[in-house]
Each structure stands twice: as structure tokens, then as C-alpha cells.
């Protein structure tokens, strides 16, 4: 069924075309971490409102999730280099001015403005995956190439590190620096890392690399040449439009982001009711903990299943996993349902991604994935304004069963879905043929 290689993360250290990149996005990631919590935390102790801190933040959750994708389009069609620095210089402009409203007492109304500006960031996994996936499938890297599963768990780990410690960094600055200092800190990491990722021009994914190579060794679309020009016009158009998994997936993200918020505002309201605020911290930093660790050993693992299977499994692993939620009445089973069910969460994540990229063109995956994490945006947006409604009225324990609930729609619609999954998922040897094929004269 399976194989484990605890020395595969070996082939991945050893590529050091990617170590400027690799560092690079992972500073980036500080920012885009940072921006609920650390947006919060900042107009909150400036004496702005919690329902206008919380109102800003939330538009920097929507901006995100309707321009993010966007931006990752026109990666994807013209090259990381060309739009990557613009959408960054956007980005860090609306910041600059949240930041200044902050400091000089501006208006409250510039904030909603300088919030729909930070929404128009790259997307830093996303950066990292193109690049990574592009090294590996174009055949750059040879016989040296990392096991592509292996690359997916090695980003999820970094993705891990920054969304566990970025909230907590920012708060720590801006309570003991100053209110402004936790969001000017990820906005210098954010230009560092940009400046980094730019640098490592040799690892950039041509626009169009993945496209099949015609016969007379110039790119041609899949299938006669009839079908050139709607294969051409399909690919103008968004992946989330032409691409039925991608859209599965989305679904499927929306409802992990839904039920982790949930998770997060409810063990904090509990923590409250029982008169104990630092127990919050510490299911949160132990599950966190525990999903870093076992993104880290999954990479050693290479599963002998269909990928479309993989997902899933995993779906119905994490659904059951965080159904436990149901279950939560103490500090005991908060603590244990927090801690193992974390270990669900990113095998999940990483068999996701892997499944995006078995799904579409290597030169869409940058927008592929970015959906991906906008469907996960748009739930955690979503699900902790419902548990608030609940905790106000209900109780905490009444919103972690409406989490339970949610984490248990993932494997209802994984399972409704499975046609779509199997059809649209490639395996390894589809693409091993796919790829191949394009250095065939």
C-alpha cells in the first residue's frame, strides 16, 4: 500500500536554485498571516473599535478572495516577474496607508480603502508550488528531482510555521513595540521577500511551459488543429471556470477554512467561560504543533493509490477527525479533539494540492492553487461570523457541534463528487507520458 523514505526531504535541500525563492515566499507569507488578527490587533489597541477593526479585516478577507485569484491569473498568462512586483506594490501601498491612518489619526473611512488595496496580493504558496511543480515537471532538475508529493508536504510544513507563528508574532510586536509594529514587520518581510523571489529569475515558469508541443516542435493545443482556437479561448478563461475540480476543491477548502474558524473562535470563547484565556493558546499551539509534525512524516510516505482515491480518503479522515467536534463539553475533550484531529488536517491539505496539480496545466497551477486558498479564505471569514451568532445566543459548545457539522459536509461532498474527482485527476503515469512527450522531437 505504501512506502516510507524517511531521506526523500534530501533531494529537496539539495536544489539550490530554489533556496532564494523558497526563502522568499516564505517571508512573504508573514503578511497575508498576519492580516486578520494582526489588522485587528492594531486598530483595536490604536482605540478604533472592535466592530471596525473586525469590519476591516473582513474586507481584507473578501478583497483577497475576489482580486487574489485574479492576480494569480495574469501570473499564470504573463510571467511571474512581470506581475508579481506590481500586485506586491499594491499590496504594501494599502498598507502603508492603513498604517498611517494608524499612526497621523486619519479617517475611518480610509481604512475600508487601504483594506480592498491589501487584497490584491500574490499569493506566496501559490508562487512557491508553480515553481517548484515547473522545476520538477520540465525535467530541470533530472534524476535529482524531489518526489513531487515530498515538495507539496515540505511547503505545507512552511505554511504551517508561518500561519502558527505569524498571528502571535504580530500581537507580541504590537502590544509591547508599538500598535503599528506587528503590521510593519510582515510588510518589510513581505518587500524582502519579494525582492528575493524576483531575484531567482532561472526558476520562473515560462508562461505557457506546460503546453503540448506540436510536431514541427512549436506549441500547439491539445487534441486537431481545429480545435486550436477554443482550446486557446478556454485557456483565456478563468480555471475556475473551465476546470469542474477546481471547483470541487474550492467547495471542499471553503468548508476546512469554515470549520477551523470555527474551531479557533469557539476554543477561545471557552476558554473565557471557563475563566482560563491562556488554555485557548495552548489547544491552539498544540493542534498547530501536531499538524506541522505530521505534514512533515507524510512527506516520507508515498501512498501505492490513485490519487483521486487519496483525496478521498483524506476527505472522509479529516470530516471524521473534526466531526469529534461534536463531542467537546470540557477542557479535557477540547484539548484531545484539538490535538488529534490535527493530525487529519495537513495530509488533507497537501493531498489537495497534489490533487490541483494533477488536475490542470502546469501553467494554470499558480491561479489553480490560489483558488484553493481563497475557498479556504472565504470559509474562515464566513465560519466564525456564524459561530459569534451562536456563542452570543447559544453557548460555545453549541458552536463547535455547528463546526462538527461543517467538517462533515468535506467527506459528503468529496463522496458526491467522486465521478468528477476520478475523471479529472491524472496519475503519475499520465503525466510521466504527458511531460515526456514534450522533449520528443
Not at 463531542?327 to 493530525?343: E, K, P, Q, R, Y
Amino acid at each position: 500500500m505504501s512506502a516510507i523514505n524517511p531521506g526523500v526531504y534530501k533531494a529537496i535541500l539539495r536544489v539550490r536554485e530554489a533556496r532564494p525563492f523558497d526563502i522568499g515566499c516564505f517571508l512573504m507569507r508573514f503578511l497575508p498571516y498576519m492580516n486578520t488578527i494582526g489588522t485587528v490587533t492594531m486598530l483595536s489597541l490604536s482605540g478604533f473599535s472592535f466592530f471596525v477593526a473586525g469590519l476591516v479585516s473582513s474586507v481584507i478577507a473578501l478583497a483577497t478572495f475576489i482580486i487574489a485569484p485574479r492576480v494569480s491569473k495574469l501570473v499564470d498568462t504573463y510571467g511571474q516577474s512581470r506581475v508579481v512586483p506590481w500586485a506586491a506594490l499594491i499590496n504594501l501601498a494599502g498598507l502603508v496607508l492603513m498604517v498611517a491612518i494608524v499612526a497621523f489619526d486619519g479617517p475611518e473611512g480610509a481604512l475600508f480603502a487601504a483594506a480592498v488595496l491589501m487584497g490584491a496580493s500574490p499569493n506566496p504558496p501559490a508562487l512557491a508550488r508553480a515553481r517548484w511543480t515547473y522545476l520538477i515537471r520540465s525535467g530541470k532538475l533530472g534524476n535529482a528531482a524531489p518526489i513531487m508529493r515530498t515538495m507539496f508536504s515540505y511547503e505545507g510544513v512552511l505554511d504551517d510555521i508561518g500561519f502558527m507563528f505569524s498571528p502571535s508574532l504580530s500581537v507580541a510586536l504590537a502590544s509591547t513595540i508599538a500598535p503599528i509594529a506587528g503590521m510593519v514587520f510582515g510588510g518589510v518581510a513581505f518587500a524582502a521577500g519579494t525582492v528575493l523571489l524576483m531575484c531567482s529569475r532561472s526558476t520562473e515558469p515560462k508562461p505557457g511551459w506546460d503546453e503540448p508541443a506540436s510536431a514541427d516542435g512549436g506549441v500547439a493545443s491539445i487534441g486537431s488543429a481545429e480545435s486550436a482556437p477554443a482550446e486557446d479561448f478556454a485557456h483565456r478563461k478563468s480555471v475556475f471556470r473551465t476546470s469542474s475540480i477546481v471547483r470541487v476543491l474550492f467547495v471542499l477548502m471553503l468548508f476546512v477554512g469554515a470549520f477551523y474558524g470555527v474551531f479557533d473562535t469557539s476554543t477561545v470563547s471557552f476558554s473565557e467561560e471557563i475563566g482560563n484565556t491562556t488554555f485557548a493558546s495552548v489547544v491552539l499551539m498544540t493542534s498547530g504543533v501536531a499538524s506541522m509534525l505530521m505534514g512533515f512524516v507524510f512527506g516520507m510516505i508515498r501512498l501505492r493509490m490513485p490519487q483521486y482515491r487519496q483525496l478521498i480518503l483524506f476527505a472522509v479522515v479529516i470530516g471524521c477527525a473534526y466531526g469529534t467536534m461534536i463531542l467537546i463539553d470540557s477542557t479535557l475533550s477540547l484539548f484531545l479533539v484539538g490535538t488529534i484531529a490535527a493530525f487529519a488536517y495537513a495530509p488533507f491539505l497537501i493531498v489537495a494540492n497534489a490533487t490541483c496539480e494533477r488536475a490542470v496545466p502546469g501553467d494554470r497551477l499558480t491561479e489553480a492553487i490560489t483558488w484553493l486558498n481563497a475557498g479556504a479564505t472565504c470559509g474562515m471569514a464566513f465560519g466564525p461570523t456564524v459561530a459569534g451568532t451562536i456563542i452570543d445566543t447559544m453557548g460555545a459548545a453549541c458552536s463547535f457541534d455547528f463546526g462538527g457539522i461543517l467538517a462533515l459536509a468535506i467527506p459528503v461532498t468529496a463522496l458526491l463528487c467522486f465521478r468528477i474527482i476520478k475523471r479529472n485527476v491524472r496519475d503519475e503515469a499520465e503525466l510521466t507520458i504527458a511531460y515526456s512527450s514534450k522533449d520528443e522531437p
